[in-house]
């Protein structure tokens, strides 16, 4: 980058603020489908991941690749008295695990809140450097 | 907030026409000051892109026509920033002016 470079750092975060915040938008995909038996297909609902990657090979940005679903087994309940259970009684269910997706929700805000950190203390540090004006 | 920071570019931006006639007679031909002026003239019209450009992502996210906020923050942290910087230029010129002008001759 040229002379602009002092909005870098504002970009970048930005770009992560961002991007944790798609994050956040498919965690809570899944975890409001953790029991959707049905989404569409004739299937139950599969589990989204995000995949991250930069924006180019040097200093840059991140930005979301791709949202891929798991492929993963679906969980096998016993619940004979479900509409949807087979002949053994079985329920197909999402292969969502709340306690994973807890997880990923405390890394997801956690990094949102390192990214907006981030941004903070670049404004602060160019106050900084303005100071050295007066 | 951003009207206001708005109200202060154009302020801002009425001085250099002040100031530049002055510089050019007392420097006479060759002033490098006015060349200043006129690059800050450049920065000055920067600054009040970006400005307008934090004011349009305000409005859109207002009315509702855009719902990302982080292009907001991103705009008027921008704006912010380089408005700083232009205060504190503008602050040490007219301070030089300042002083070039209370020289006793």
């Known amino acids: ?134 | 907030m951003t009207i206001n920071l708005n109200a202060n570019v154009g302020s801002v931006l009425a001085k250099p026409e002040i100031l530049t006639p002055k510089a050019g007679n007392a420097a006479g031909q060759k002033s490098d000051f006015a060349n200043t002026i006129k690059a800050i003239e450049k920065h000055i019209s920067k600054v009040d892109d970006l400005q307008s450009s934090s004011d349009m992502a305000i409005k859109d996210l207002l009315t509702g026509k855009s719902e990302d906020i982080t292009s907001v923050i991103s705009a008027v942290a921008k704006a912010d920033m380089s408005f700083k910087l232009l205060v504190g230029v503008r602050n040490k010129l007219i301070e030089a002016y300042k002083q070039t002008m209370n020289m006793p001759l």
Do not use: C
């Open chain 1, 1 to 134: 980058m040229e002379v602009n470079n002092t909005f870098g750092p504002i970009d970048i975060a930005i770009s992560g603020l961002h991007t944790q915040g798609k994050w956040m938008e498919v965690i809570s995909s899944n975890v409001a489908n953790a029991r959707t038996t049905d989404a569409g297909k004739g299937e139950p609902y599969r589990r989204l991941e995000v995949m991250f990657k930069t924006e180019g090979e040097d200093i840059s940005s991140v930005s979301i690749d791709e949202i891929v679903p798991d492929m993963s087994d679906f969980h096998k309940i016993l619940d004979p008295g479900n509409p949807n259970a087979d002949a053994q009684g079985y329920v197909l269910m999402p292969n969502v695990n709340l306690p994973i997706e807890m997880m990923n929700l405390t890394v997801a805000k956690r990094a949102y809140q390192a990214n907006a950190a981030v941004l903070k203390r670049y404004q602060q540090m160019v106050e900084t450097a303005l100071e050295l004006l007066r």
